[in-house]
Every structure is written in structure tokens, then in C-alpha cells.
């Protein structure tokens, strides 16, 4: 089994400091991708906060079934994930993976099934919150049509 | 049989509570929905659009027609809009 590495937590992280961690791993590794979801604002810039509700146990189980399935279909050596919750400000690091294979075509692959599928299957609720009220975002058609990709 | 009955985001703020016990004679999701539904209105509007909604056994998803089985823990929420 490769290493890996789940994270759900309220903290803010370092995104910098955890790519260089996950980069300098040694092993059959010649390739890191990794991507950070950020919280964006409105396009008016009224965002106060965003808010991500989760739910604590089925949230770890899912993220790592994920990881385990994109490890049974890709040369993946490493896997981070990190995903917070709670309340965060805009331009904050919602959250992060990392993935490191031999070569990029399967370290992209990876990441990018990772954050298909964590979009529509990890149990996480954002509620934006601006100066007119605060709502609950609504998961989009695409984001489900996407897991057909794969 | 007695079941953990959890709700999160919308669903939970239209409930009113994040989790409770019930004593059920459900035995599928689609069942335990129809009882709920039936309790007040304001599990009535909750669970007004069960297509909207999503259910997990045990922290497994799953859908509606599922059967509750042992299941101990049954969550329902709205889509997941995670990353």
C-alpha cells in the first residue's frame, strides 16, 4: 500500500510548504501534480465568508476510498489530501492534493479523478455567506456528468 | 428498531436538529423518508424533493430503495459540493 496521506481539519494549511514536503519524497517518483481549491469571491466581491459543513467519520472513510481507487488505477507512489472545514475567508486554501507517480501522465490523471470525485462523493457542504444573506451552494449538473469520464 | 438518524447543510437547518433517535418499523430508505415526512411540516418541506436529497447507511452511500438492514446510522444531505 502507498502512503496515504488524508487530512480533514478546521486549520488553515501552508499549500507551499506542503508541496515542498510532498516533492521531495524519494522512491520510483519523477513526477508531483498538485492542485489547491481556493475560496472565491462573488463576482461583485461581497463574499464575507464561506463555510463548509462535513461530516466527521464518512468523511475521512470517503476521501480514502477515493485515494485507494485512484491507487488501484494508476502508478501512484504518494497522495496527499487535505480538505477543510469550517470557516474561511475569500483567498483562503479550501483544499489540496498531491499526487507523485514515475511519470506525469499518471500523476495527472490521478489528481484529476481525485478531484472529480471528492467534488460529488466526499461528504462536504459550502454555504456562502455575503452582506445579502448566506446560502448553501448548489451542486452543479457538470460536477456529477464529469464521474462519467471515468 | 432504534436508528441515529443524521441531516446536514440545508437539510439540517429545514429539520431543525443534526441528528436524533427514532424508533422505526422502516426497512427501506424510501419507507423511513414517507415516516418522516409524515411526522411534521417541517420535515414534510425538508423532504419535499426526495430526488434533491442524497442518503448514506453507515456512512456508505446509497440510494433510495435501498433496505435499511442493521444499518445504525442513516444520514440524508443534499449533493456534495466539496474541493
Redo the contacts between chains.
Sequence with gaps: MIPLDIRVQADPFDYGQECGRFAKQSGRIGAVVTFC?IVRDTEAGTLQRME????P??TE??LTQIAEQAAARWDIQACTII?RHGPMAPGDA??MVATASPHRADAFAAADFL?DY??????????EITDQGAE????KDSD?AALSRW | MKRDILYFAWLRERVGLPRETIETDATTVAELVSELAAREDRYALAFSDPGALRVALDQELTDFSAALGDAREIAFFPPMTGG
Design positions: 481549491g463548509i459543513e462535513h461530516y467519520g464518512m472513510r470517503a480538505h479550501i483544499m478531484m471528492l467534488k460529488s462523493r466526499a461528504p462536504f457542504w459550502k454555504k448553501w451552494v448548489d451542486a456529477e
